[in-house]
């Protein structure tokens, strides 16, 4: 199974997450170990979970807004966060 980083979907894009790793991340900022992750595990974005790209900005391709397990909250994170999140692409990429 190959894993992406979020950074890498387009919009409509889903995938289910299968792991965390702050080792991609983009730029290296002034957390401790595990708080980038810890922040992401209490938004709701953990092992398993669907996520559907909603939204992706213009300049920079940030933010990122994500919907989690279609829910009808939307959450949104810099590509420096969203490069840590590695998903496995569902069947249904690029149906709208």
Do not use: F, Y
């Not at 950074?7 to 409509?12: F, G, I, M, P, R």
């Not at 939204?55 to 391709?61: D, L, M, S, T």
């Amino acid at each position: 199974m190959k894993l992406v980083n979020l950074t890498e979907l387009k919009q409509h894009d889903v995938g289910i997450v299968r792991r965390l790793d702050e080792s991609c991340l983009l730029n290296k900022i002034r957390l401790s170990a595990g708080e980038v992750e810890s922040r992401l595990l209490d938004m709701g974005i953990i092992e398993g979970a669907q996520v559907t790209v909603m939204h992706i900005g213009r300049w920079g391709r940030e933010p990122i807004a994500i919907r989690i397990n279609n829910s009808s909250s939307l959450i949104a994170l810099r590509k420096n966060e969203a490069a840590i999140i590695l998903l496995e692409m569902t069947q249904n990429n690029g149906s709208k």
